[in-house]
Structures are given as structure tokens and as C-alpha cells.
Nanobody, 118 residues
Framework: QVQLVESGGGSVQAGGSLRLSCAAS????????MGWLRQSPGKEREEIAI???????SYADSVKGRFTVSQDNANNTLYLQMNSLKPEDTAMYYC????????????WGPGTQVTVSS
């Protein structure tokens, strides 16, 4: 069973930082490729950070150079370090999982809200 639970969201001023965490079940962490999605009001959910099983990462252009995805294999935890936050980063952030051969994520957690004020 896929289990994903995000934490670490909150309110921050522009230029600030937050670190999101995602606790995954051992089954999820060992069987799926992981990443982060976000969705702002009125917009479609978008993939912003992906980490492959070999540690390779990729990012959406909107967050490249500011966000970093990482994983703690010993604790089945995924992280998203977000620096230089902008008001347009305000969104619900979701930890997500997919079979590594799949092109899109199809499991995600309940989400954690990030609000960036100017």
C-alpha cells in the first residue's frame, strides 16, 4: 500500500526558506520513484522536482536553482529544501510516487500548504 505524508509547510516571507518532508512507507520508498508536485488555486498540478532511484534529480524551470530534492534512504524520507521563496511559490505541495517506468506520478499524499508573502 502506498503511503505518503507531507509536513513542513507554513507561511514565510519572500526570500525565506522552508524544508518539506515526506514520510513514506517502506514499501512505497523501496518500490517507487519519488518527487514533489504543487498546485496553486486555479492552476493545474505541476511536477517540480523528481529524484530517480540512482539519485539523479530534475526540476521544473520555475524552481531550478532554488529548490533541492533529497532523500534519506535509512528513514524512508523525502525532502524538498526551498530557498529564495517567491510569492508565486504559494501552493499546496504534494509528495508523489510512481513506478519508475511510468511517465507521470499517480500517487500523492494529502499535501502541505506553503504560503509566501511579499
Amino acid at each position: 500500500q502506498v503511503q505518503l505524508v507531507e509536513s513542513g509547510g507554513g507561511s514565510v516571507q519572500a526570500g525565506g526558506s522552508l524544508r518539506l518532508s515526506c514520510a513514506a512507507s517502506r514499501y512505497t520508498y523501496s518500490s517507487y520513484c519519488m518527487g514533489w508536485l504543487r498546485q496553486s488555486p486555479g492552476k493545474e498540478r505541476e511536477e517540480i522536482a523528481i529524484i530517480e532511484r540512482d539519485g539523479r534529480t530534475s526540476y521544473a524551470d520555475s524552481v531550478k536553482g532554488r529548490f533541492t530534492v533529497s532523500q534519506d534512504n535509512a528513514n524512508n524520507t523525502l525532502y524538498l529544501q526551498m530557498n529564495s521563496l517567491k510569492p508565486e511559490d504559494t501552493a499546496m505541495y504534494y509528495c508523489a510516487a510512481r513506478r519508475c517506468w511510468a511517465k507521470r506520478f499517480y500517487y500523492w499524499g494529502p499535501g502541505t500548504q506553503v504560503t509566501v508573502s511579499s
